[in-house]
């Protein structure tokens, strides 16, 4: 009996093996791809970094803030752009605040303004901000040349009435302190065309004399205590950027369409459950951020491919809250949270802009790190 000798054709057994190699190297590079396209390596190197710092003794709050992660790499790269843009535009403010017409003053050992300022009543500018000042002085009703009163992150929790007697101020800044009224004055100022009172966390209305200001175009009053879009801001014609997100909205008034030049709308961290049709009417309209969480009804005209407004959805996911043995600290804390916020819709709002279209809705993501 004869052996038996299979004969195989090299050629097919070399195919099928080659076949074999060239999957196996397909896998192992889209492997390679996604570890590096993988956040897992970025936050072990930030944990290492912490436990480092940790370690030498470095507070956590000097090195770690609670914040949103958007895994969006053009987003975080116009943030990190943006905040190069704000290091140039800080040194081109330095030269121009140079000006003897123009004041400055920064830093928490600050805790009241220089004695010196009174006489200075031909300034045109006042930026002070990082400070511990508290309030603001009856006379700066002196300075009638006042064109800008940018005044963001200090104590403030006090604005004098008689600020209302700036009649050339243009725009008001007094975000990220702590105020907890506007004074009705504020609507003698019939110039202003930008108002931010962002950031304060216990503003729940404005004056209704604030209807006066009909060269507004800038407002924002996000992240205070707003139950309802102020009736004064509905009476600002000309107005075009309203920022009412991270309140207490929990429906709009039917006669949003007021605003007829309203350009960009944001509204996202409120508990909205529906939009009105008025929103239809506002022709100008180009953006509109919501919150999606309790959104059950809005116009389908919203979400039409042919229309320019961009409308986005965010599905929100809040902070988890960590305690604070001190009120104050806890303040602090918040507001922190806060500025963080809006620095990260800024530049996401920036980004969509800038695409010729948007998702439906946006899942925002977020993580703290407790070491």
Not at 187 to 194: F, K, P, T
Not at 201 to 205: A, I
């Given at each position: 009996m004869g052996h038996k000798v299979v004969v195989f054709d090299i050629s097919v057994v070399r195919a099928l093996w080659e076949t074999r190699v060239k999957k196996h190297k397909a896998r192992q590079r889209k492997e390679a791809e996604r570890l590096e396209q993988s956040a897992l390596e970025k936050i072990k190197e930030e944990w290492s970094f912490a436990a480092e710092c940790?370690?030498?003794g470095i507070p956590q709050a000097q090195y770690c803030k609670n914040g949103f992660v958007d895994t969006s790499a053009r987003l975080l790269d116009k943030m990190e752009q943006g905040s190069l843009a704000r290091r140039s535009s800080c040194a081109k403010d330095g030269a121009r605040r140079s000006s003897r017409f123009v004041f400055?003053?920064?830093?928490?050992?600050w805790k009241e303004l220089p004695d010196t300022l009174q006489e200075q009543t031909h300034l045109k500018e006042w930026h002070i901000s990082n400070t511990l000042i508290q309030s603001i002085p009856t006379y700066i009703e002196l300075f009638q040349a006042m064109r800008i009163l940018d005044l963001p992150k200090n104590q403030i929790s006090h604005l004098p009435a008689e600020i209302g007697r700036l009649k050339n101020l243009k725009e008001l800044n007094v975000s990220f302190n702590h105020l907890t009224s506007v004074p009705a004055a504020l609507?003698?100022?019939?110039?202003?065309?930008?108002l931010d009172f962002s950031g304060n966390?216990?503003?729940?209305?404005l004056p209704f004399e604030?209807?006066?200001l009909k060269q507004v175009t800038f407002v924002d009053i996000s992240a205070n205590k707003f139950a309802s879009v102020p009736i004064c801001v509905l009476r600002m014609p000309s107005l075009q950027w309203l920022d009412v997100s991270s309140n207490r909205l929990s429906d709009l008034p039917q006669d949003m369409d007021r605003l007829e030049e309203l350009q960009t709308f944001l509204l996202y961290r409120n508990k909205l459950t529906y939009l009105p049709q008025a929103l239809l009417n506002l022709k100008k309209l180009t953006l509109l951020v919501v919150s999606g969480d309790h959104l059950v009804e809005f116009p389908s005209a919203l979400c039409d491919e042919s229309s320019p407004l961009k409308f986005v959805s965010l599905m929100d996911n809040p902070l988890a809250k960590?305690?604070?043995e001190q009120g104050q600290e806890s303040s602090e804390s918040e507001q922190d949270r806060r500025h963080f916020d809006k620095e990260f819709m800024k530049a996401y709002i920036e980004d969509l802009k800038e695409r010729e279209s948007v998702p439906s809705y946006t899942t925002k993501v977020s993580f703290s790190l407790q070491l």
């Open positions: 940790q370690r030498k400055e003053l920064c830093g928490e050992h609507g003698d100022c019939v110039g202003l065309e930008r966390l216990e503003l729940t209305e604030l209807s006066n960590t305690g604070c």
